[in-house]
């Protein structure tokens, strides 16, 4: 089955350097898009990077443009969430997304990040 394992959560203080890992098994992982989405407490999960199957394109949420870089490794079915320059408003909740072939949505388990001002 499809199972997607986030890692590399944890507190950081403001400024510093987190990097989050998604290691996924259970489906063709070359072949799909995968994305990173994170929760703020009593908020819905908004979508924070998106890379597609081949690494050749990645998108961002205006919040983090600049700061986080998604990347991944398709010989390790890895996907990766590099951030920089954190700041406490990013505290949440982070959650590595797939969809194979477009038909059902599946979710990590997720992974806190907290930091600290």
């Known amino acids: 089955q499809v199972q997607l394992v986030e890692s590399g959560g944890g507190l950081v203080q403001a400024g510093g350097s987190l990097r989050l890992s998604c290691a996924a098994s259970g489906f063709t992982f070359r072949l799909s898009a995968m994305s990173w989405y994170r929760q703020f407490p009593g908020k819905e999960r908004e979508l924070v990077a998106t890379?597609?199957?081949?690494?050749?394109?990645?998108n961002y949420a205006d919040s983090v443009k600049g700061r986080f870089t998604i990347s991944r490794d398709n010989a390790k079915n890895t996907v990766y969430l590099q951030m920089n320059n954190l700041k406490p408003e990013d505290t949440a909740v982070y959650y590595c997304?797939?969809?194979?072939?477009?038909?059902?949505?599946?979710w990590g388990q997720g992974t806190q990040v907290t930091v600290s001002s």
């Open positions: 890379i597609i199957n081949t690494g050749g394109s990645t």
């Open positions: 997304y797939a969809k194979p072939n477009g038909i059902r949505a599946y």
